[in-house]
């Protein structure tokens, strides 16, 4: 079983910039594309962005233009760059391995995620 460890989260202040990375165990990574998802307090999760195994991003219109999904084959681990950060910003934020359907259907378990708060 694929692990994935996200890490990088934290507490900023709206404008703030974070980076989040998430580890995959084993080097199927390379093959597969990714998602970064989030789930705020008493909502569902949600798709951020997505990557494919060849590095096209996408995103959600929420976050376009302000955070930007990378990946870095050679380390197995994807990267989520969040600049001008807002409140609404505030969730765990979990990767993911996905089939890029409509929607894009998630692979394997989830990481514990990693917690992102912005204040006010």
């Known amino acids: 079983q694929v692990q994935l460890v996200e890490s990088g989260g934290g507490l900023v202040q709206t404008g703030g910039s974070l980076r989040l990375s998430c580890v995959a165990s084993e080097s199927i990574f390379r093959l597969n594309d990714m998602a970064w998802y989030r789930q705020a307090p008493g909502k569902q999760r949600d798709l951020v962005a997505t990557i494919t195994s060849g590095g096209a991003a996408n995103y959600v219109t929420s976050v376009r233009g302000r955070f930007t999904i990378s990946r870095d084959n050679a380390k197995n681990t994807v990267y989520l760059q969040m600049n001008s950060l807002k409140p609404e910003d505030t969730a765990v934020y979990y990767c993911?391995?996905?089939?890029?359907?409509?929607?894009?259907?998630?692979?394997?378990?989830w990481g514990q995620g990693t917690q992102v708060t912005v204040s006010s």
């Open positions: 993911a391995f996905v089939i890029l359907t409509t929607p894009p259907r998630t692979l394997g378990d």
